[in-house]
């Protein structure tokens, strides 16, 4: 499973990507509003950093309008995705950029019907929220899992892209679902990479490490 970032935050994907393990990054405009700065100047900046895909989102309701904005976005890096909600008029604008070879990510879905013609209108990549089902007593993670199902069925080729999570169980359960990517908080990822079993089996064995006889020499 490929794993996002989940920020427009430059620090955090810069730390992200030198660990060797981030594919990409999804920004929305909640995420742009509190990086505080210029959107452009912050989407030129992650995709510097960033080579994988880099979702930046329309704001736009009409088609012709997503499409406009969704052009302008593409032409700034070729790693560039337009992100467009999901709605009648966004499907209409993903068909458009998909035919003039524009990726696309389909965002705010919340049902595997809204995935599905999210995969038909032609979308690169769908992003189930599964977190902000969970707030509301639903099963998020059911609704990656029915998607994941659902694309395997008829050899749709969307990848299915995990969004809104919140926690590192999250993660664990995208990946047996078979999820192609999960977007995460770069606290989540941060809470991925640790384990108290870890820090002290390590901090045991640097101590072990001391009586080795040429334990001071060996690496010079
Ligand atoms: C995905 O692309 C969205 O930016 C994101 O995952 C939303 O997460 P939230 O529900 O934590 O805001």
Known sequence: MKIFLDTADVEEIRQGVAMGVVDGVTTNPSLAAKAGRNFKDVVLEIVEICPGPVSAETVALGADEIVREGRILA???PNIIVK????????????QLTSEGIKTNV???F???QA??????????VSPFLGRLDDIGQDGMQ???????VFRN???VTEVLAASIRHPLHVTQAALAGADIATMPFKVLGMLVKHP???SGLESFLKDWEKVPDAKTVFL
């Open 84 to 95: 467009v909600p999901l709605m009648a008029e966004g499907l209409k604008a993903v068909r």
């Open 143 to 149: 609704m990656v899992r029915e998607t994941v199902e």
């Open 197 to 199: 079993l870890t820090d």
């Open 75 to 77: 032409k700034w890096a």
């Open 154 to 156: 008829y050899g749709l």
């Open 107 to 109: 965002t705010l879905v």
């Open 116 to 125: 599905l013609l999210a995969a038909k209108a032609g979308a690169t990549f």
């Open 111 to 113: 049902s595997v019907n």
